[in-house]
C-alpha cells in the first residue's frame, strides 16, 4: 500500500462550538490544533465552525450561521459554498449537528475517511427545550415531551455516529455505553491538557478573601446539568470559602441559590484561560458535582496543578477521578456524603496532591497527539 507523506497531510476540522465559546470542546479543538501544527504544519490545519464575534485565523474557517434558541450562546451553521471545493486528506468532526452534517457530506464527495469525537452526549441536555415549554404545557406533558425528545436525540446521535469510520471517546465509560447502543468501531483517546500550562502556581492566593481559610471551589460552564446546588448546600456545613468560576445560562439561578445559603459562596464569572492554574492552585480541593461529563477535562487541569477532585459517581468521572488516589466519589445529591468525603480528603490531602500531578502527566496532550498521528495515517491508508 502507498505511504503517506505526514507532513503533506491536510486535516480539516468541523464544529459545533468554537471561540468565542468557552468549554472544553472549544479548548481542545485548540490545543489539538496546536500540536497537531507541529507535525503537519500549520497552513494544513483548518477548522470551520459557526460565525461569531471570534476572527480567525487564514485557516480558521467560519460559517454562515444562526443562533440556537433552546441553548443560549450556541449557534447552528448553513450551507456553506466555502465547503464546495476543500481539498482535504481526513474530515475530523467535533459535533452531532451542523458540523457532522457538512464533515460526512464534504468526506463522502471528496472520498476520505471521516472522523468524529464523541464530545457531549446531546439526550442529556433536553431540560432545556423543556424548561422553555413548561410554562404552556403541563408537568406530565412536559415529561412526555422530554422522553421523545431525548428518545428521538439518541436516534440522531446513533445515525451521524455510524456514519463515520471511526469514533474517538475520550473514556472508556463513554465506550462503553456506546457500545451498548451497538456503535462499533470506538476508540479511546483522553482528550488531553496543556501540562506545560497546567502546573501548581502558589505565588499568589489572588481568588480568595481570606487567605487563612479553607478553600474549594467549581469550575466550568454553570448550567443545570451540572448540580452546582450540591456544592452550595455544602456551603451549611463547610467552615471555609466556595469559590465557582465560569458562566452559562444558569449561573443566575445558582446565583440566587446561593444568596439564601451562606455567605460564603463567591462566583467569580469567566477566568481567562491562562490564569486558571492560579486559581486550581488555591483551591484545597475541586469538587466536580456535574453528572454528563465524558473525560471532565476541569478535573484534569485541577490534578495537574496538584488540586485533588471530589465528584459525583456518575459517568467519565468514575473513571477521570480515581478514588482514594487523586480525590473521591459521591453519589450526586448526596451533601452528606460528599461532606464526608471532603472531611477524609483534608485527612490524606498530601498524598493526594502528589498522586494527582503524577496522574495528570499521563493525559498530556503530546500523548493525545501521538495516538492521533497514528490513527489518521492507518485510517487515511486504509480508506485506499
Not at 73 to 91: C, E, F, H, M, T
Not at 145 to 157: D, P
Not at 339 to 354: A, C, M, S
Request: hydrophobic share 35%.
Amino acid at each position: 500500500m502507498k505511504n503517506f507523506n505526514l507532513e503533506t497531510m491536510r486535516i480539516g476540522f468541523f464544529t459545533d462550538t468554537y471561540f468565542s465559546q468557552v468549554n472544553g470542546v472549544t479548548y481542545t479543538i485548540d490545543l489539538w490544533k496546536r500540536e497537531l501544527a507541529k507535525i503537519y504544519k500549520e497552513k494544513n490545519i483548518f477548522v470551520f465552525y459557526p460565525n461569531s464575534e471570534y476572527k480567525g485565523s487564514t485557516n480558521e474557517i467560519s460559517l454562515p450561521s444562526v443562533k440556537f434558541p433552546l441553548y443560549g450562546g450556541y449557534k447552528i451553521s448553513l450551507p456553506s459554498a466555502k465547503l464546495l471545493n476543500l481539498n482535504l486528506d481526513v474530515v475530523h468532526i467535533h459535533g452531532l449537528y451542523s458540523s457532522a452534517i457538512f464533515g460526512i457530506s464534504v468526506a463522502k464527495k471528496l472520498k476520505i475517511p471521516c472522523i468524529i469525537t464523541y464530545h457531549t452526549p446531546t439526550h442529556l441536555y433536553t431540560h432545556y427545550a423543556t424548561n422553555l415549554m413548561s410554562s404552556y404545557f403541563s408537568r406530565s406533558s412536559t415529561k412526555k415531551i422530554s422522553a421523545v425528545l431525548q428518545k428521538g436525540l439518541m436516534k440522531w446521535e446513533k445515525f451521524v455516529l455510524k456514519s463515520c469510520d471511526l469514533i474517538t471517546v475520550p473514556s472508556n465509560v463513554i465506550a462503553g455505553y456506546l457500545k451498548e447502543q451497538g456503535i462499533e468501531n470506538v476508540k479511546v483517546i483522553s482528550n488531553g491538557i496543556d501540562i506545560n500550562l497546567f502546573k501548581e502556581d502558589t505565588r499568589q492566593r489572588n481568588f480568595q478573601k481570606d487567605k487563612n481559610k479553607l478553600c474549594i471551589g467549581y469550575c466550568g460552564r454553570i448550567g443545570i446539568e451540572k448540580h452546582l446546588e450540591d456544592l452550595i448546600f455544602l456551603a451549611k456545613k463547610f467552615d471555609g470559602e466556595i469559590l465557582i468560576a465560569g458562566e452559562g445560562p444558569a449561573k443566575k439561578y445558582y446565583k440566587q441559590m446561593a444568596n439564601k445559603i451562606s455567605k460564603n459562596i463567591k462566583f467569580l464569572g469567566r477566568i481567562p484561560h491562562e490564569e486558571l492554574p492560579k486559581f486550581y492552585s488555591c483551591l484545597d480541593f475541586l469538587v466536580f458535582p456535574s453528572v454528563v461529563e465524558t473525560q471532565g477535562l476541569v478535573a484534569l487541569e485541577a490534578m495537574a496543578c496538584g488540586t485533588p477532585v471530589i465528584g459525583a459517581d456518575a459517568m467519565a468521572l468514575k473513571e477521570t477521578i480515581l478514588a482514594g488516589k487523586t480525590g473521591y466519589l459521591y453519589k450526586s445529591g448526596d451533601v452528606y456524603e460528599l461532606f464526608t468525603k471532603l472531611q477524609n480528603g483534608y485527612k490524606n490531602r498530601e498524598i493526594l496532591t502528589k498522586n494527582c500531578v503524577d496522574e495528570a502527566r499521563k493525559h498530556s496532550v503530546e500523548n493525545t497527539v501521538k495516538e492521533l498521528r497514528k490513527i489518521y495515517e492507518k485510517i487515511k491508508t486504509e480508506k485506499k
